[in-house]
């Protein structure tokens, strides 16, 4: 078994024991595949954690229902 995450920051997959650092953030412990990468969370956490949600959130726009014409 290995314990594969992704870096928010730059989107690398590691894992999470070559991890070059971890932050605990909101009760989640986020991977980094170096230093750098932990200061760029650090500094903006709110832009890295918030891309999955934006992600959701511009599919949902792309469905047809956001249109009147449809449903
Ligand atoms: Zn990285």
Redesign the pocket.
């Known amino acids: 078994m290995d314990n594969k995450t992704k870096?928010p920051?730059?989107g690398?997959e590691i894992k999470t024991e070559e991890a070059e650092a971890k932050l605990d953030y909101n009760g989640k412990i986020y991977y980094?595949?170096?230093m750098g990468?932990k200061a760029k969370f650090e500094k903006d956490p709110e832009k890295y954690t918030k891309t999955s949600e934006k992600d959701r959130n511009q599919s949902k726009k792309g469905s047809c229902c956001s249109k009147k014409t449809c449903c």
Do not use: A, H, N, Q
């Open positions: 870096d920051v730059c690398m980094f595949c170096e990468c």
